[in-house]
């Protein structure tokens, strides 16, 4: 379980008075093992910075992060993070970007093995000795996503992955990724600007204030891992709910 209890943060200010930045909380969070959290909230609300903090890009936050029952941190926990710029080392080509996440010494044919079984998955094995300069937007989504989970991660955090996605390929994208992450089922934190997404991905749903963003509601995704989804009129129902929220400026509608 990851245990996020009281957590806010600040940016130390540049501005002449000196007064830091508060971007982020207080927030707290217990999400179980299993869950995929879709986080949405409004452009500046901190979504990027929980993502950084608990990846440990940035430090310096108040309150507490443990993942099972230990405080969370890259030296002891496996931690996938797919940044809002998909975060591929230029000079290496897909198959050594993917190779980059293990750590773990494993059996070279085990690991092959492993990498053509993902990238397979992700239609993407044919793309493999490229470099990251001659793939498309979506191909290198494809590949973050691939190199996250052949970590097998315990943690996976993703910012935006689908965003360069035109709609079709959004979908489909997102099945594959239900898809490959059943198997290693890592709770995951899923940032998406898209009510859409959000309701594709999550089986849990966080919506977030305005900035310095605090959680303002979680729904429990009835049609998690459904299929044709946008067809129910569940899915007509749970949107126009979370359309009302964002209407009524990230606030939940105290009259209902
Ligand atoms: N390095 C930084 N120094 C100072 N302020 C920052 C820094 N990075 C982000 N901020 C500010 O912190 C707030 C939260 O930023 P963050 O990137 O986490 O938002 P976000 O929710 O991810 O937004 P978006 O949906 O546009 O990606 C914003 O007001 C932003 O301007
Ligand atoms: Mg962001």
């Known amino acids: 379980m990851l245990e996020i209890k009281e957590v806010s943060f600040k940016y130390s200010s540049r501005d002449k008075a000196g007064n830091d930045f508060p971007a982020l909380g207080p927030i707290s969070l217990n999400i179980e093992s299993k869950d995929i959290y879709a986080v949405i909230g409004p452009s500046g609300c901190g979504k990027s910075t929980l993502l950084h903090l608990l990846s440990g890009v940035i430090n310096g936050h108040a309150g507490e992060i443990l993942l099972d029952g230990k405080q969370l941190s890259p030296k002891r926990h496996s931690i996938g993070f797919i ?3 998909y975060g591929l080392l230029p000079w290496k080509t ?11 010494k494993g059996e070279k044919a085990e690991l092959n093995k492993k990498i053509t ?9 044919d793309l493999k000795d490229r470099y990251p300069k001659e793939l498309s937007g979506g191909q290198k989504q494809r590949v973050a996503i691939a190199r996250a989970l052949i970590m097998n991660p315990d943690l996976l955090l993703m910012d935006e992955p689908f965003s360069a996605l035109d709609a079709l390929t959004r979908e489909e994208a997102q099945s594959l990724f239900i898809e490959v992450w059943e198997e290693y089922k890592p709770i995951t934190i899923f940032v998406t600007h898209n009510i859409d997404e959000a309701i594709a991905i999550g089986n849990k749903i966080l919506i977030m204030s305005e900035g310095p963003g605090k959680v303002i509601e979680i729904i429990n995704n009835p049609l998690f891992n459904q299929k044709d989804i946008r067809e129910k009129e569940e899915y007509f129902k749970l949107s126009t709910y979370i359309r009302s929220i964002i209407k009524n400026g990230w606030r939940v509608n105290s009259h209902e």
Request: aromatic share 0%; glycine share 0%.
């Open 83 to 85: 940044p809002q710029s």
């Open 117 to 125: 079984s993902v990238l397979t998955r992700l239609n993407i094995l």
């Open 94 to 104: 897909v198959e050594k970007n993917c190779l980059l996440s293990l750590k773990i």
